[in-house]
């Protein structure tokens, strides 16, 4: 298994073909990908985190992971992008996940519960107009890694 940067394009195109239940990112800081044999397996995305309070400077959200289901890909990306993280000078990594899910990667790599968070309509608020990017109407865990 290989960890290379990629595009944005490139990891939108691949959540948009593999991902269960979230549309593309819109935007990122940066995004990785991972190959085994020159195939794609996975990707991740990271930027700014979504919620404001959140956005310090030294906070970096992981806001898409997406893989084919090659065994440990998710902790490897959620790995890398950490470890890209702590060379940029950030201090910590955010991410959710559904309820539902078991989070098994995100301890793999290190990670732990921050918060339960529960299910809002969604991000579209007459203060500021957002378009579904499908994870409305779910309850949510917050995951941190202290770098």
């Not at 935007?27 to 310090?56: C, E, I, Q």
Request: proline letters at 4%; glycine letters at 10%.
């Amino acid at each position: 298994m290989k960890i290379a940067p990629i595009s944005l394009k490139l990891a939108q195109e691949y959540v948009r073909e593999h991902h269960r239940h979230n549309k593309p990112p819109i935007g990122h800081k940066f995004s990785v990908g991972l190959f085994v044999n020159d195939v794609l397996v996975g990707t991740a995305t990271a930027g700014r985190p979504v919620a404001r309070m959140l956005d310090d400077g030294l906070t970096l959200e992981v806001t898409r992971t997406c893989t084919d289901g090659t065994r440990n890909a998710n902790s490897k990306l959620y790995g890398a992008i950490c470890r890209a993280a702590t060379a940029l000078g950030y201090a910590k990594c955010v991410t959710y996940t559904q309820h539902d899910e078991s989070g098994a990667s995100l301890r793999g790599a290190g990670w732990a519960v921050a918060a339960q968070l529960p299910a809002r309509k969604g991000w579209d608020v007459p203060s500021r107009k957002r378009s579904d990017i499908g994870s409305g109407d779910v309850a949510r865990i917050r995951w941190e890694r202290v770098l």
